[in-house]
């Protein structure tokens, strides 16, 4: 509820009364959903603010805020999310470590699931004070810790989604835990590797100076823009290199290319995820990363050696078998991006899983919904994504329908459910997945269940990062004094609410 929509529906103005607790509720909403400093409430604009709205509403102190309504909103919010986790058959995670502005060591959990009505939801968890070593062991048992906090169970976690850190690697080995390398680091680390040649180092030396010169000087900048309106360049500023920010070498080099002619004139930058890394690795080495007649050598080494790492990092068969379920699962992709002598170990491994969920859950789709299976799917409308997207460079193979006996044993049952989901209509590469199952989980109920184990796991370790972008914001120069606990309160509820 908005402060505007809190003052519009008082009547009564006590302490005590319904209308107070809902302004004063929707003002600690605020306060936290925006990252707003608690001393702001009293602060003569803002009170001023309030006082325009109703002269009659006393706003409280800011100690009240902070150690009345903020813990209590905090607490409403996690024993909510506490009672929604409980009921949650699979989930995913990833984990990250930060330090703060005042160098205080902190690790991120954030949760991942699909619905019951197939929408991907994700949830920060914890922005823990960490102020141990932060060796393997002391990690992996922090992260149990906080699964015990939050009464999550690790039979039920899929995987868990991480960078490439040798001591949340050897945590994440101690925990006998699934991990999936955060595809986000891998294809950074990539393309660094990849452009490690002299000729390379030397032209992106070019553009750090160029960048540099014009980065110091603020006649340089106003000749630049001066340049830009002459030449009809877009008004951008040049950007730099970052080391720790994906993609920032590429942007630098884009940006400088894209004012090139003004520089010159002058001197003489909620999806389903998982299922994309097979497709996408599959578009590297067929399409965009493929050498052409016309490539110079240095452009064949490039493609060759950021290829050869990626293709290296995502060849072990624990990761290669769960980026093929996972795109198995995926009705856009289906078995079309594995190896065909890889496809029946697929579909046996989904069967002994589907065979495993059954026993875990206790319930069996009825034989009128296998028979509805085997008929084929209702389809509905589907609904396009109006912005192009990646999945627009994948297209599904059209196959064909099957029947189906009568009477059938379990197992035969999910081989021929199973079946009949690989030989149904072709789904629309820009198709969202989750919509695609809310509609057919009744024609493929088993395969369904598998569906929602999979399909939450997160292809990067992005979710982990945006909650430190989240906790820079909190934890500025002007609240560098706030304790651990309040960061990861305002953490929690900045990013829930």
């Known amino acids: 509820m908005s402060l505007e929509d809190a003052f519009s529906r008082g009547t009564a103005y006590d302490k005590k009364s319904k209308w107070w607790n809902e302004i004063t509720n929707a003002i600690t909403i605020h306060l936290a959903k925006d990252m707003v400093p608690l001393n702001t409430v009293e602060k003569e604009g803002f009170k001023m603010m309030i006082k325009t709205l109703d002269p009659r509403y006393v706003i409280p102190s800011r100690k009240y805020f902070s150690q009345t309504a903020i813990p209590n909103l905090y607490q409403q919010h996690r024993t909510k999310l506490q009672v929604d986790l409980a009921t949650v058959p699979h989930f995913s995670a990833t984990t990250d470590m930060w330090s703060s502005r005042t160098m205080e060591p902190y690790r991120s959990l954030t949760v991942h699931f699909i619905s019951d009505d197939w929408v991907l939801r994700s949830h920060c968890l914890q922005t823990s004070y960490f102020p141990d070593d932060h060796t393997g062991e002391l990690l992996a048992a922090g992260l149990q810790e906080a699964m015990d906090c939050w009464g999550l169970s690790e039979e039920k976690l899929v995987a868990i989604t991480t960078d490439s850190g040798a001591n949340i690697k050897k945590a994440i080995e101690l925990n006998n835990w699934t991990r999936l390398q955060c595809f986000g680091h891998r294809l950074h680390l990539a393309i660094e590797r990849g452009v490690k040649d002299d000729r390379i180092q030397r032209a992106v030396g070019v553009c750090k100076k160029i960048v540099s010169a014009f980065s110091y000087s603020w006649k340089k900048r106003r000749d630049l823009a001066i340049a830009q309106d002459e030449l009809g360049l877009p008004k951008h500023v040049l950007t730099t290199e970052t080391p720790t920010r994906w993609g920032s070498r590429h942007k630098m080099i884009q940006r400088v290319l894209e004012q090139e002619r003004a520089i010159n ?21 067929t399409s965009i990363l493929a050498e052409e007649e016309n490539d110079t050598q240095l452009t064949k080494d490039v493609k060759r050696n950021i290829l050869a790492y990626l293709n290296d990092k995502y060849s072990d068969l624990a990761t290669d078998d769960l980026l093929d379920i996972a795109s198995f699962l995926d009705p856009r992709f289906r078995t079309t991006y594995m190896m065909k002598e890889k496809v029946e170990q697929v579909i046996a491994r989904a069967v002994e899983e589907i065979k495993s969920l059954k026993d875990q859950q206790g319930d069996t789709p009825s034989g009128a919904a296998a028979a509805a299976a085997a008929v084929g799917p209702v389809l509905p409308p589907e609904e396009k994504i109006k912005k192009a997207s990646l999945s627009s460079f994948f297209k599904s193979q059209s196959t064909s329908s099957m029947g189906c006996r009568d009477t059938l044993s379990e197992e035969e049952s999910i081989k021929m459910e199973l079946r009949t989901y690989l030989q149904a209509t072709e789904v629309d590469s820009d198709a969202d997945p989750l919509n695609w199952w809310r ?35 909190i934890v500025t120069c002007h609240r560098a004094a706030l304790k651990p606990d309040v960061v990861d309160r305002l953490v929690f509820l900045a990013q829930n609410l």
């Not at 004139?265 to 599959?282: C, D, N, R």
């Not at 057919?440 to 982990?464: D, E, G, M, W």
């Open 265 to 285: 004139a002058l001197s003489g930058e909620q999806y389903v995820s998982i299922s994309y890394l097979k497709p996408v690795l599959h578009l590297f080495n």
């Open 439 to 473: 509609c057919h989980q009744v024609n493929f109920p088993r395969i369904a269940k598998l569906a929602r184990q999979y399909l939450c796991i997160p292809a990067t370790s992005a979710p982990s990062e945006r909650v430190f972008s989240t906790g820079g914001n």
